[in-house]
């Protein structure tokens, strides 16, 4: 006689499984997360970085690196759109008030760290108009700095991108080298992404990559991607506030 018992455990097993809670333990929220979505992030970004380059080429106008800029950031928030339409990791988006303890504190530490290495600098400035800074400088720095690209590309770069390579590289290499993995990739398009528009100096290099690193970092141990966010937000409103001093004291 056949003994069917342990197919009758497996079946079991399968019904009573959990759901996994957390996309870094894979499942089917980040199925759908995998070398397709990598590859049209990478596209999607090739084609924003090349349009954006023809319009500054084609145009010869003051708006022009804003338009440019803007491409970039409409190609990024498209794949993010396309990849969230599709599915949710499981985890990334819970919001818990930690994540804002961490990504103010992290934020400003990274600030820090990137006024070191610059070494002793006047205060950056902006133009000014009757003393005070342009209105469109507000719009750009303000909306522009402070709340679109932290979401955005952060989104993109640490939920797309991090997300995507670290799904795929887990279990060939398990979840230490594919956190390492995914970092250096996400950090390395995050630095070349901001590099493009004219040569960085060495120490904009250097804060763009600590940004990125601890960004990553920040999502892979707490699955959750809005610590990376507040922290990007508050090392940029940071600039804005030292430019502001700088311009008032200038």
């Given at each position: 006689?056949l003994d069917?018992?342990?197919d009758?455990?497996?079946?079991?097993s399968?019904r009573?499984?959990?759901?996994?809670t957390?996309?870094?333990?894979g499942?089917s929220?980040?199925?759908?997360w995998?070398?397709?979505?990598?590859?049209?992030?990478?596209v999607?970004?090739?084609?924003g970085?090349?349009?954006?380059?023809l319009?500054?080429?084609?145009?010869?106008?003051?708006?022009a690196?804003?338009?440019?800029?803007?491409?970039?950031?409409?190609?990024?928030l498209?794949v993010?759109?396309l990849?969230?339409?599709?599915?949710r990791?499981?985890g990334?988006?819970?919001?818990?008030?930690?994540?804002?303890?961490?990504?103010?504190g992290?934020?400003?530490?990274?600030r820090i760290?990137?006024?070191?290495?610059?070494?002793p600098?006047p205060?950056?400035?902006?133009t000014?108009?009757?003393g005070?800074?342009a209105?469109?400088w507000?719009?750009?720095?303000?909306?522009g700095?402070?709340?679109?690209a932290?979401?955005?590309?952060?989104?993109?770069f640490?939920?797309?991108?991090?997300?995507?390579v670290?799904?795929?590289?887990r279990?060939?290499?398990?979840?230490?080298?594919a956190?390492?993995?995914?970092?250096?990739?996400?950090?390395?398009?995050f630095?070349?992404?901001?590099?493009l528009?004219?040569p960085a100096?060495?120490?904009?290099?250097v804060?763009?990559?600590?940004?990125?690193?601890?960004?990553?970092?920040?999502?892979?141990?707490?699955?959750?991607?809005?610590?990376a966010?507040?922290?990007?937000?508050?090392?940029?409103t940071?600039?804005v506030?030292?430019?502001v001093?700088?311009?008032?004291?200038?």
């Amino acid at each position: 006689m056949l003994d069917h018992s342990s197919d009758v455990d497996t079946a079991v097993s399968r019904r009573t499984r959990r759901p996994r809670t957390d996309w870094r333990l894979g499942g089917s929220t980040v199925r759908a997360w995998r070398e397709w979505l990598l590859a049209a992030a990478l596209v999607a970004l090739g084609i924003g970085v090349l349009v954006g380059a023809l319009i500054e080429w084609a145009w010869d106008a003051s708006v022009a690196p804003l338009i440019a800029t803007g491409v970039v950031g409409l190609a990024m928030l498209a794949v993010v759109v396309l990849a969230f339409s599709r599915s949710r990791p499981v985890g990334l988006l819970r919001l818990r008030p930690l994540d804002l303890l961490w990504g103010i504190g992290l934020g400003v530490a990274v600030r820090i760290a990137q006024g070191f290495a610059a070494g002793p600098a006047p205060l950056p400035s902006t133009t000014t108009i009757d003393g005070a800074p342009a209105s469109e400088w507000w719009t750009v720095d303000l909306i522009g700095a402070v709340v679109f690209a932290p979401v955005v590309e952060e989104l993109f770069f640490r939920g797309v991108l991090l997300v995507a390579v670290f799904t795929i590289l887990r279990r060939p290499l398990g979840h230490l080298a594919a956190g390492i993995a995914a970092s250096l990739v996400s950090t390395g398009l995050f630095v070349l992404l901001h590099a493009l528009p004219g040569p960085a100096q060495g120490t904009d290099v250097v804060g763009l990559t600590l940004l990125s690193l601890v960004a990553s970092g920040v999502v892979l141990l707490t699955g959750r991607i809005w610590g990376a966010i507040v922290l990007h937000a508050v090392y940029n409103t940071s600039f804005v506030v030292l430019t502001v001093a700088g311009t008032v004291l200038a």
